[in-house]
């Protein structure tokens, strides 16, 4: 019964607010009163309101909208609350009445045309929310809420082309510059066109997206796949070492894209990952290292290259992590493992959130390429 409370709150706090200004009228232009035609059906909908009958506090509140052209600030508020609580087919059906309503300012119409947008993002609906949109920005086309908005929608969809070009709008608008966030988008481009066999463009594309931000961890990583599946192995230690450059926290990445080729591993890679190791002394490097190895060769193997890196675990995360791979097979073992299973090891730089694993958009704050690995103080 809360969110009825909260909708009578509001549309109380409404009706006031119309009283209040309605006797400034007055007063100023001594214009005779009509707020009883006004504010009885709105009373009578705060009453079903309260009395949880949701459906014919809306056929009041409907009428309330009609009569009074300043009900309508109310009206999108109540659309607001309807959509929080997530009854968005009642969000929808107050936008559009409200749109349907002639004289209506072109201001407010811009908001409820936005705020039916919004109802049918939050409800699911996606394709239906772009089309809405669309219209917002056709009556205005810098509207940087519609904009963001559907950067959101074809990012959710994995649409990156509409994406990109919505992000270039939006820029301009802005007058910002998110060449980072463009340069993973042009990424996501060109593995699409990889999936579906279009080689040429997809290296075009990935070269475009190192163009337009050399600190791209994302493109460095495929281009370097790219030129191993093609044997170019020269091309493809280029790439790594850019990304050794331009994102070392990303390098525990290179291992399993080694190790999955073991020639190209015993040839050039093992002695890449080695150097990466001494150069930083990486312990989510060394992890994800001896991680891969157990896997594919089984624990001797893991311990032996646990040796042969000297890795010393300095902090309680790794320690556990380490023990979940190569400890004997005890009680505390199990336990590190069964931690390892829930341990978030990656933390997004922008709003904090912590994952299981890595990705390049923040699930949260959408923000690309910033998770980063989960690293500790050390314990002495
Ligand atoms: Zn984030």
Redesign the pocket.
């Known amino acids: 019964m809360t969110w009825a409370f909260a909708l009578a709150l509001a549309a109380t706090a409404a009706v006031v607010g119309l009283l209040w200004r309605q006797r400034g009228v007055e007063e100023r232009e001594d214009a005779p009163p009509a707020e009883d035609a006004r504010v009885s059906p709105l009373l009578k909908g705060i009453n079903y309101l309260l009395s949880d009958e949701p459906d014919r506090a809306l056929q009041e509140l409907v009428r309330v909208a009609r009569l009074q052209t300043e009900t309508a600030e109310v009206y999108l508020a109540l659309g607001d609350l309807f959509r929080n609580k997530g009854e968005f087919g009642r969000a929808v059906r107050i936008h559009q009445n409200l749109l349907a309503r002639p004289g209506l300012s072109r201001e407010l119409r811009m908001d409820a045309q936005a705020a039916l947008a919004l109802d049918f993002q939050a409800g699911g609906l996606l394709g239906r929310a772009l089309r809405e949109y669309e219209k917002v920005l056709e009556m205005d086309p810098g509207h940087a809420r519609a904009l963001e908005a559907i950067l959101r929608i074809r990012e959710q969809q994995q649409e990156w082309r509409e994406a990109a070009e919505a992000l270039a709008r939006l820029d301009r608008v802005r007058g910002t510059d998110s060449s980072l966030h463009m340069a993973y988008l042009q990424t996501e481009m060109a593995r699409a066109e990889r999936e579906a066999g279009n080689e040429a463009q997809a290296m075009e594309l990935v070269r475009e997206a190192i163009a337009t931000d050399p600190e791209c961890a994302a493109a460095h990583l495929l281009l370097a796949e790219m030129a191993l599946d093609r044997g170019d192995e020269e091309a493809a230690f280029a790439s790594m070492e850019a990304l050794r450059r331009a994102a070392p926290r990303h390098l525990p990445l290179l291992v399993r894209v080694l190790l999955e080729r073991p020639e190209v591993h015993e040839r050039r890679g093992r002695d890449f990952l080695m150097d990466c190791w001494r150069d930083g002394g990486d312990e989510t490097l060394a992890l994800e290292w001896i991680r891969v190895v157990a896997a594919r060769d089984g624990v001797e193997a893991a311990r032996e290259l646990a040796r042969a890196l000297d890795f010393k675990p300095e902090g309680l995360r790794a320690l556990l992590h380490l023990r979940a791979i190569i400890g004997p097979d005890d009680a505390e073992t199990r336990a590190a493992r069964r931690w390892v299973k829930q341990a978030r090891n990656h933390v ?6 912590e994952v299981i694993s890595m990705r390049w958009q ?6 690309w390429g ?2 980063r690995p989960i690293r500790e103080e050390r314990l002495s």
């Open positions: 997004c730089a922008t709003c904090g959130v923040c699930p949260q704050c959408h923000e910033s998770m």
